[in-house]
């Protein structure tokens, strides 16, 4: 089950998100809504998660990436730690293992079957071990399955499916039947992990608690798609204190996410996909590639935009203020003002811990003789990175350094300009500009969707 993709699916989500509401109303304490999402997180990734062996092997995985994050923090809360490169290295390589598996598991024995039996022994031991947090759930399953709510889903599901096929999805939001270790938000999951390690090794993080981890790292609403969080800023809101008036600001700033993921993603880009995008999958002319370009770009804003309205929208019944993830992206002025507008909290979580710490890394060290060069060798670090993270395909690796010689491109023109003033400042050449970013942009997404590649 892939979240947020169906009718049926918003129908599951009841069952977490009723008791949260009625926490939140009932001015419940941090502690008390903490829990509530860790055992609701757990709950429903079991339901997402089939087959079975991929809820097995989510577990594993936790548990695996858990003990990377503990052993590293006793680390450096070790009074000989000097805080050793090589350890922190080692630690991140032992972290991302996993996902590597998941990224080259193309290549060695992608079959359902060999995982579930593989698997099969181990699941009968984690089961066993979460029967206390999957109970409730299960008996809710029969009892739903034991009335019209069931009927009324699979109607729904049949009209959702009518309606949500897509032309391309994005890479993490497609099912994870064909991989080994790839169970759904994987590559989500790692960034959160990640990002920890890096916080961890700066001192930021002091200390991980186990419930707490548990609900950052597997938090359901953003599991699948994102946006990304980071620890310490998910923590805060797990600690804070929420009144009754607060909650319903909340709540009502969830619904209106919920109503614009609903416009953008069954609406807008089922219309746009159904109308304009399908009928052009077969014609490859030159004209028709121009038009797909304009339209696979808006079904991709509003498939995703609305993924991630859902996420945003779900995480505040919870009391998260889970992070924004697009503004406006196709009004943006150039291609820096673009990456602070598109997929916001991928870009950002590339710059704060990719791009920053390359320049800043090198400016200390004296590895080149000018910034300009380190600045652009770490736009492209950065995209190639980000372009490998969507696949090992080449389409995804030429989006990522088309991305980068945009981005050192501009930032050339950006000095160029400061120099021969040879742009100016009216609303006219800042609607050239707009229109000028849009075009770029729009052909770096059909370099994205593989159309020119195929």
């Known amino acids: 089950m892939i979240p947020y993709d169906n009718f049926s699916f918003f129908l599951w989500l009841l069952i977490p998100v009723i008791p949260a509401i009625i926490i939140g109303l009932a ?40 003990l990377v994050i503990w052993f590293y923090l006793r680390y450096r809360q070790s009074e000989k730690a000097k805080n050793s490169s090589l350890i922190f290295y080692l630690a991140v390589a032992g972290s991302l293992l996993p996902l590597i598996l998941v990224k080259l598991s193309p290549f060695f024995v992608p079959n359902v079957g060999a995982t579930t039996a593989a698997f099969s022994g181990a699941k009968s031991l984690a089961t066993q071990n979460l029967n206390h947090i999957t109970q409730g759930v299960q008996k ?19 009209f959702s499916k009518s309606i949500g096929q897509s032309a391309s999805k994005p890479s993490q939001m497609t099912s994870p039947e064909n991989t080994v270790l790839g169970f759904l938000g994987i590559s989500y999951v790692s960034f959160r992990i990640i ?89 490859h002319s030159l004209w028709a590639t121009f ?25 505040r019944f919870f009391c998260v203020k889970t992070p924004e993830n697009f503004k406006v992206p196709f009004w943006s002025k150039n291609i820096k003002d673009f990456w602070n507008r598109w997929h916001i909290s991928l870009s950002m979580w590339f710059r704060d811990y990719i791009y920053m710490r390359f320049v800043l890394d090198s400016a200390k060290k004296k590895r080149f003789n ?46 160029f300009n400061k120099k021969k ?23 770096g997404l059909l370099i994205f969707s593989g159309r020119l590649l195929k």
Request: hydrophobic fraction near 50%.
């Open 195 to 283: 990002g920890t390690l890096i916080e961890i090794r700066d001192g930021l993080i002091k200390e991980v608690n186990l419930g707490n981890f548990i609900s950052y790292v597997l938090f359901f609403p953003t599991l699948a798609s994102g946006p990304i969080d980071r620890y310490r800023r998910f923590l805060s809101d797990l600690q804070r204190t929420i009144t009754r008036q607060e909650y319903l600001i909340h709540f009502t700033e969830g619904l209106e996410y919920i109503l614009r993921g609903f416009l953008y993603k069954f609406i807008l880009a089922y219309l746009i996909n159904q109308y304009m995008i399908i009928p052009l999958n077969h014609i």
């Open 27 to 66: 001015q419940a304490s941090p502690k008390t809504r903490s829990l509530w999402i860790m055992h609701s997180s757990i709950g429903m990734l079991y339901l997402i998660l089939k087959p079975q062996a991929f809820f097995v092997q989510a577990v594993i995985y936790f548990i695996w990436e858990y």
């Open 370 to 415: 000018s910034r300009y060069t380190t600045s652009a060798l770490g736009y492209l670090l950065l995209f190639l990175i980000m372009g490998i993270w969507h696949g090992i395909e080449w389409h995804y690796i030429v989006y990522g350094l088309y991305m980068a010689f945009l981005m050192i491109v501009f930032e050339y023109l950006e000095r």
């Open 421 to 443: 003033h040879f742009w100016g400042d009216g609303k006219a050449w800042d609607m050239l500009a707009r229109l000028i970013t849009l075009q770029f942009t729009c052909f």
């Open 291 to 315: 038009r797909y370009m304009y339209t696979y770009s808006a079904y991709l804003f509003f498939d995703f935009a609305g993924y991630s309205a859902f996420a945003i929208g779900v995480s």
């Open 140 to 158: 809710l399953s029969k009892t739903l399955t034991n009335t019209q709510i069931t009927a009324s889903s699979q109607m729904l599901s049949q």
